[in-house]
Each structure stands twice: as C-alpha cells, then as structure tokens.
C-alpha cells in the first residue's frame, strides 16, 4: 500500500514570495490534515479536511494560507505572501475515517522542509 | 485548551540500555497515541494507547486515562530508535503532541 506522497520535499523562497505544496492521501482515506512543525516543536494542526470539506481550520492564518481538498483526494496548501515565521516543515497526513476515539491513525507524509529568507 | 507536557525533554543512552519516556495530559482524552519521528522527519505511529497496556516487540506503552498519563517502554534500544518520540492526545477531533523526547542512543 503506498503511503502520503507530498511534494516538493524541500522549498527556498524569499519573504513575500508564494509557495505551493501538494499532498497525496493515501487511497480511501476520507479524511485528510495539513500540519505545521516548527524546529523543536511538535506538529500543530493547520487544517482538517473529510472527504472535500473544511472540519477544523481554526489554527490556519486564513489572511496568508489557504488549502483545497478538490475532488476529496489530493490537497493543496498555500502560503501568500510568505514571512520569516513560516520557515518550517509541513506535514500532510490522512486516516481512513476522521472520527473522536474510533481508534483512527493517521499515517504521515515526509514532509516539505520550507525555509523563508 | 488541553496541554500536553513530555519528559524527559532529552534522554541519550548507550546501545542495549532501557528506557522509560512519560507524557502527562491535563485533561479528559479520547484517544493517546504515540509517534516516533526519524532524523529524517518520518513520523510513524507507534502506539494507539486510549488506556490499559499494549506491547510491540521491545516497546511498549501504557496508559492511565483516571491520572492523565501515558509511558513509553524501550527495551534493549538501538541505534536505530534515535530520533524524536511525541505522544498526542485527541480532543474534539483534533490531535494535539506533546513536546517531544529526544532520543539519541549511542553504539
């Protein structure tokens, strides 16, 4: 079973600039989580989609960052324009179901280490 | 919101040496889980541990949900358990990690 693509694995951009990344699920699951790690911190959830729609974006700076879950599979994350604050990595995960203590896990992608200059 | 406190906040051993990492959590949870993340950035779940014990080859983890904490046992380590271990708690949907443990064994 493949697991959470996400692409690019590495990114170098100056501040102010825009900046894509891409998320993969992994087939069948219906829910799908954009997460932030900072250097030294634990991940921290940006946004959670099920299936295409939004479950929980209250952490995602919504004047600079959006995301898209088209079609309910693959998932877009955007950050615009970019500041020195947001060089970290980010995680995609998926899990098959989504729900509160249904004994879900979530399988994590490789992430995309971003570094704002 | 609920706050989630791992210790020790770095723990270095030498190959063959156990070890026991804890995770407190200050309030009610549905669901703990424990994730090993690589010195690659890899994280791979470990452990799905609500409450009770659960053993998986040289690890394993228990969880005591009334006293809001959860432990991590390795046994016999090697070099390959280096890295960062997390444990995040699920409340309303949403994970939340911990701090982490760093982990570095030595040969």
């Known amino acids: 079973e493949a697991g959470v693509a996400q692409s690019p694995r590495y990114k170098i951009i100056e501040k102010r600039q825009s900046v894509a990344f891409w998320c993969n699920p992994i087939?069948?699951?219906?829910?799908l989580y954009w997460y932030q790690q900072i250097l030294g911190q634990g991940p921290k959830l940006l946004i959670q989609?099920?299936?295409?729609?939004?479950?929980?974006d209250s952490q995602l700076p919504k004047d600079r960052f959006s995301a898209e879950r088209l079609k309910g599979v693959d998932s877009t994350l955007k950050i615009q324009p970019a500041k020195l604050e947001d060089s970290a990595v980010y995680l995609c995960?998926?899990?098959?179901?989504?729900?509160?203590?249904?004994?879900?896990?979530?399988?994590f992608g490789p992430g995309t280490r971003l570094t704002v200059l | 919101g609920i706050q989630v406190e791992q210790s020790p906040p770095d723990l270095i051993l030498q190959e063959g040496a156990n070890s026991t990492l804890r995770c407190n959590f200050s309030?009610?949870?549905?669901?703990l889980q424990w994730f090993h993340q690589n010195p690659w950035g890899q994280l791979i779940n470990l452990f799905y541990?609500?409450?009770g014990t659960k053993q998986n080859g040289r690890l394993s983890a228990t969880t005591v949900a009334t006293e809001r904490y959860s432990l991590l046992y390795i046994s016999s380590s090697k070099t390959t358990d280096s890295g960062v271990y997390f444990c995040?708690?699920?409340?309303?949907?949403?994970?939340?990690f911990g701090t982490g443990t760093r982990l570095q064994v030595f040969p």
């Open positions: 995960a998926s899990s098959l179901i989504g729900l509160a203590g249904a004994g879900d896990t979530q399988y």
């Open positions: 087939s069948g699951h219906a829910t």
């Open positions: 989609f099920q299936n295409n729609g939004v479950v929980d």
């Open positions: 309030d009610s949870v549905n669901n």
């Open positions: 541990i609500p409450s």
């Open positions: 995040a708690v699920e409340n309303t949907d949403k994970l939340i």
